[in-house]
T-cell receptor
């Protein structure tokens, strides 16, 4: 596709449920990043992948959050036992290689009731 | 601890005005600084700055970086209503992590 795509665009879930958020990077981009943006704040880094491996996962808030990129393209962010504080917009970005410009997708708005 | 401060937090202007948005930073292992425009959800890339004192321009927008004083500015001349958005400053570390400020909300009225 032309840009980074993310699905779903909106997700409403109940506290305690499991959710998966998907990111399709720009074709050929080797680096993929996840950020989380709360209302009124700038995006906060969660994790990034170089190829299939997580190069830096220091931004994941706790062990309920996990992300994978098994074939070096699509990535899934998984959140277990969701809490109301997880409500935010989850943004994905990709770059041709590490140190190149990061291009963002439209985000997934997660609401935990 | 890494720190990015953008000012002003909010700005209201009329079409045709010129605005200057500020970004100061303290980031370890600094590599470059990026500016993004965010209208709804997706931040849209504007500029990447890696060298001090070299202005980058794109139409009515321009930006410059001062690595000694640790700040960057984004200028928009002859503002239009379509410039209304949140402008985000994001220094990047060598590790490639972007550290975002809270942004400047610009509103341009006709």
């Amino acid at each position: 596709g032309a840009g980074v795509s993310q699905t779903p665009s909106n997700k409403v879930t109940e506290k305690g449920k499991y959710v998966e958020l998907r990111c399709d990077p720009i074709s050929g981009h080797t680096a993929l990043y996840w950020y989380r943006q709360s209302l009124g704040q700038g995006p906060e880094f969660l994790i990034y992948f170089q190829g299939t491996g997580a190069a830096d996962d220091s931004g994941l808030p706790n062990d309920r959050f996990f992300a994978v990129r098994p074939e070096g393209s699509v990535s899934t962010l998984k959140i277990q036992r969701t809490e109301r504080g997880d409500s935010a917009v989850y943004l994905c970005a990709s770059s041709l290689k590490v140190s190149d410009t990061q291009y963002f997708g439209p985000g997934t708005r997660l609401t935990v009731l | 601890e890494d720190k990015v401060v953008q000012s002003p937090l909010s700005l209201v202007v009329h079409e045709g005005d010129t605005v200057t948005l500020n970004c100061s930073y303290e980031v370890t292992n600094f590599r470059s600084l990026l500016w993004y425009k965010q209208e709804k959800k997706a931040p849209t890339f504007l500029f990447m700055l890696t060298s001090s004192g070299i202005e980058k321009k794109s139409g009515r927008l321009s930006s410059i970086l001062d690595k000694k004083e640790l700040f960057s500015i984004l200028n928009i001349t002859a503002t239009q209503t379509g410039d209304s958005a949140i402008y985000l400053c994001a220094p990047a570390r060598n590790t490639d992590k972007l550290i975002f400020g809270t942004g400047t909300r610009l509103q341009v009225f006709p």
